[in-house]
């Protein structure tokens, strides 16, 4: 250790002595019950740690196809979500959770409740599974808005254009 810096003596059985008590008790319970999804028996979670979870949880919606416009795959099983849109959620704060276009309804729902916002990407696909998930996440949106809980809705490009017609009845 350098003898210039005598403070950091001083500093080194502070240091020691907080590694070695317990961190102060928040208050938060040990597990987290959730709702069983039919039988399986109740499922747990860690407890939250504030550190880690006070930024805004946004959901992506999935867009049909590969990316690649079918170079790569072009089952209707494959859904994307362009890097840029999580970068772009990310880089504001926030996590994402992806909510695919074409998983069970129970299952998007339950994602749903878990979110601060959703954002609608741009994209080709205006028909189909895919038009009926925005729709069907669009009407959350106005729901929990309308019993007066704040739930922004960011739709760039097709996602607004889709809104548009979801708003104007032009489907």
């Known amino acids: 250790m350098d003898s ?3 403070h950091l003596l001083l500093l080194l059985p502070l240091l020691l002595l907080a590694a070695l008590l317990p961190p102060p008790s928040s208050g938060v319970p040990e597990v987290i019950w959730l709702p069983t999804s039919g039988g399986a028996g109740p499922l747990s979670c860690a407890p939250p740690d504030p550190a880690v979870y006070d930024r805004p949880v946004i959901g992506i919606v999935s867009h049909p196809g590969d990316g690649a416009g079918g170079r790569i795959s072009n089952t209707t099983a494959t859904s994307y979500i362009g890097a840029s849109y999580v970068k772009f959620v990310e880089a504001a704060g926030s996590r994402v959770i992806p909510l695919v276009y074409n998983e069970p309804e129970d299952r998007l729902l339950e994602k749903l409740s878990l979110l601060n916002g959703v ?3 741009g994209g ?3 028909e ?3 038009f009926d998930t925005i729709k069907r996440v669009f009407q959350y949106v106005l729901d929990k808005n309308d019993a007066g809980e704040p739930f922004p809705l960011f739709a760039q490009c097709l996602g607004f254009e889709l809104v548009s017609m979801i708003v104007s009845k032009v489907i």
Request: hydrophobic letters at 25%; glycine letters at 8%; a positive charge.
């Open 119 to 121: 954002l609608f990407t």
């Open 128 to 130: 189909g599974v895919y």
């Open 4 to 6: 210039r810096c005598p």
């Open 124 to 126: 080709s696909e205006k």
